[in-house]
């Protein structure tokens, strides 16, 4: 893991960085169109188109981050299991993941792990909150540390546990599933099963030489 710890670093920043360009730009829109309406007067419509298409923007922007994701979902497995960089990785991803002949696209498993992953966020956040309500957690934790002079701190710090939670459940299904998918698509498109086995049965015999 610390060997490859720096590549993942640069393939995640990238992935990152370009995932997140849409919604950085119509936040920067939407800051532009307050910064108008502080300095026109009332009666001019400019701010408000502007503010307006910068939420549009950003819902666009939130679409093109789910799409760039699942484009190159597969470029982390390919880092670590294929030692390529963060530009390697991404064109790797895409083409593991594309339609080839009577092989249909893999973005489709990406798109509905999308779907999975939002029911279990949904799903677990519902039964932490009932589960603190049904025992009234909240108000016996603030009871107990209303004694405590960073209150405030712990209150905060409980308030992000069950988010916390979610994240931490939700990460290793996505590893997971992403990295079979990786593994779905080497078999399906290059065969990989294939190489494995006829790598099993060369080492074999070589033992049996040895032997």
């Known amino acids: 893991a610390r060997t490859v710890l720096a590549r993942l670093f640069l393939v995640n ?32 419509a400019m701010a408000g188109v502007v503010s307006g298409t910068g939420v549009l ?9 789910l799409y760039i994701i699942a484009r190159d979902a597969l470029a982390c497995p390919v880092a670590v299991l294929e030692d390529a960089g963060p530009r390697l990785s991404s064109k790797r991803s895409r083409d593991l993941l594309k339609k080839l002949g009577y092989h ?6 990406i798109w509905a792990l999308y779907g999975l992953l939002a029911f279990m966020s949904v799903a677990l956040l519902s039964g932490i909150y009932i589960f603190v309500a049904m025992f009234d957690l909240s108000n016996k934790l603030g009871a107990f540390l209303s004694f405590m002079p960073a209150e405030p701190v712990f209150m905060g710090a409980l308030d992000l546990i069950p988010s916390f939670l979610v994240i931490w459940t939700l990460i ?3 590893a997971t599933v992403i990295t079979i998918v ?5 078999i399906r498109l290059e065969g990989y099963d294939i190489d494995v ?5 060369t ?9």
């Open 13 to 44: 920043l990238k992935e990152l960085c370009l995932a997140t360009s849409g919604i950085v730009v119509s936040t920067a829109w939407m800051a532009f169109g307050g910064y108008l309406a502080s300095v026109t007067a009332q009666t001019d």
């Open 182 to 186: 990786y593994y779905e698509r080497k």
């Open 203 to 211: 080492r074999s015999s070589r033992a049996v030489h040895a032997e």
């Open 104 to 109: 249909p696209s893999g973005s489709g498993t």
């Open 197 to 201: 086995l006829a790598s099993e049965i």
């Open 172 to 174: 290793p299904v996505w």
């Open 57 to 65: 923007g950003f819902l666009l922007g939130g679409l093109i981050f």
